[in-house]
Each structure stands twice: as C-alpha cells, then as structure tokens.
C-alpha cells in the first residue's frame, strides 16, 4: 500500500521545510508469497530528515522496522556506532525471530544491511544523529554519519503512527499466519501484543 507523499519527487521537494521530518513504507510483500509461515512483510523505505538528508532502500523489514519505531516515541535510541556491522538497526533488514521476554518481544539480530539513527529526546523534541544506511553485508554506510536534525515529537509521532497502520493495513489484507512450532507463535503473540499497547499509548 503506497501512501500519498512517498514519491522520490514530492521528497526532494519538501526537503527545505522547517521541523520537516517524513517516512514512507511502500512495496509491502513477503520474501515467499506461498509460504504462510512467513510473518514478517519486506519492502522499500524513504526517510527525508530537516534540509539535506534523503535516503531510500528496498527489501527492508518492515514489520519488525514499525514495532521498533513506535519503542522510540517514548524510549531514547541509541545506534552503537562503535559496534561496526554488530550496531542495533531501527530499520532492519532481518529480524524474522522473536520471543517472548517479561520486558516485551525481544527480535533476534539479523545482517548489517538496514538503516538506523541515535534518537535522543528533549522535552517535546527529539534529536538525531548518528545517521546509518548500510545497503551490503559489508556494514558499510552510504551516508555521512555527521548529519544531525532537531523535530518536534508530534512531527515524529505522527509520522511513525502512519507506518505503523500501513504495516497493520498490510497484514489484515492477507491470509491468516501459520507457524513452525508453539515457539513462533508465542513470539508472534508477544510481537502483536506489544505493537498494539504501543500503539494505544499513543492515543
């Protein structure tokens, strides 16, 4: 499901705006169509941030991608730079595997491909930095890690709410999830049900 601002153009142009903070997820599908097991949706990722930063990667995760989002609407986010190929990803491109902790879903690491930033927040804004987009195993990022931005909180949430629906309008349209075993599907319970009481807190 594309949602209307998404486009590479309409992007570029909003690039100058004040507070402009501005992320899509597009393309949405599973990495196999016929296998029912498979309940984690992939697809394309644009972020536009303040007035220099645009960045775009496809066959990300998105559904572990929103979860992780919504934790940063109240939680600061730090992206570990010092840890290479090893840095925790906002935006991951695996993360197939969660279980179940007493603290919420806990989603296993998957490769160095994703992208990721530090959030800090200071009273109703929220800063960031230590930007990330790693588009090969090697970790490597395409961007320069200098670039910082400043938005407020109701500009961030507003658009991480967004994604978030997009995920779940994506997978209410889909056939019922199957699992492998008792331990995926207490790791998929856990999943929704924190995704959901994020999403609640918000309101």
Same mark, same amino acid.
């Given at each position: 499901?594309?949602?209307?601002?998404?486009?590479?153009?309409?992007?570029?142009?909003?690039?100058?705006?004040?507070?402009?903070?501005?992320?899509?997820?597009?393309?949405?599908?599973?990495?196999?169509?016929?296998?029912?097991?498979?309940?984690?949706?992939?697809?394309?990722?644009?972020?536009?941030?303040?007035?220099?930063?645009?960045?775009?990667?496809?066959?990300?995760?998105?559904?572990?991608?929103?979860?992780?989002?919504?934790?940063?609407?109240?939680?600061?986010?730090?992206?570990?730079?010092?840890?290479?190929?090893?840095?925790?990803?906002?935006?991951?491109?695996?993360?197939?595997?969660?279980?179940?902790?007493?603290?919420?879903?806990?989603?296993?690491?998957?490769?160095?491909?994703?992208?990721? =930033?530090?959030?800090?927040?200071?009273?109703?804004?929220?800063?960031?930095?230590?930007?990330?987009?790693?588009?090969?195993?090697?970790?490597?990022?395409?961007?320069?890690?200098?670039?910082?931005?400043?938005?407020?909180?109701?500009?961030?949430?507003?658009?991480?709410?967004?994604?978030?629906?997009?995920?779940?309008?994506?997978?209410?349209?889909?056939?019922?999830?199957?699992?492998?075993?008792?331990?995926?599907?207490?790791?998929?319970?856990?999943? =929704?049900?924190?995704?959901?009481?994020?999403?609640?807190?918000?309101?």
């Amino acid at each position: 499901m594309a949602r209307e601002g998404c486009e590479s153009s309409d992007f570029k142009d909003r690039l100058a705006m004040t507070d402009h903070f501005q992320l899509c997820f597009d393309q949405f599908s599973w990495i196999e169509e016929q296998n029912e097991t498979d309940l984690c949706a992939h697809g394309s990722v644009k972020i536009a941030v303040g007035d220099g930063l645009l960045i775009e990667q496809d066959g990300l995760c998105l559904t572990v991608s929103a979860l992780k989002l919504l934790r940063t609407l109240t939680d600061n986010f730090d992206s570990h730079p010092e840890a290479g190929e090893d840095r925790d990803l906002l935006i991951p491109h695996c993360g197939h595997v969660w279980y179940p902790t007493e603290a919420g879903v806990y989603i296993m690491p998957g490769c160095p491909i994703g992208i990721t =930033w530090s959030i800090q927040h200071e009273g109703e804004m929220v800063n960031f930095s230590q930007f990330h987009n790693a588009e090969s195993t090697s970790g490597i990022s395409s961007i320069s890690s200098l670039f910082t931005a400043r938005v407020s909180l109701d500009t961030y949430r507003q658009q991480v709410l967004a994604v978030s629906e997009a995920v779940i309008h994506f997978h209410d349209s889909q056939p019922p999830r199957s699992f492998h075993d008792d331990e995926a599907k207490a790791g998929h319970r856990a999943f =929704w049900h924190e995704f959901n009481q994020l999403r609640q807190q918000t309101f």
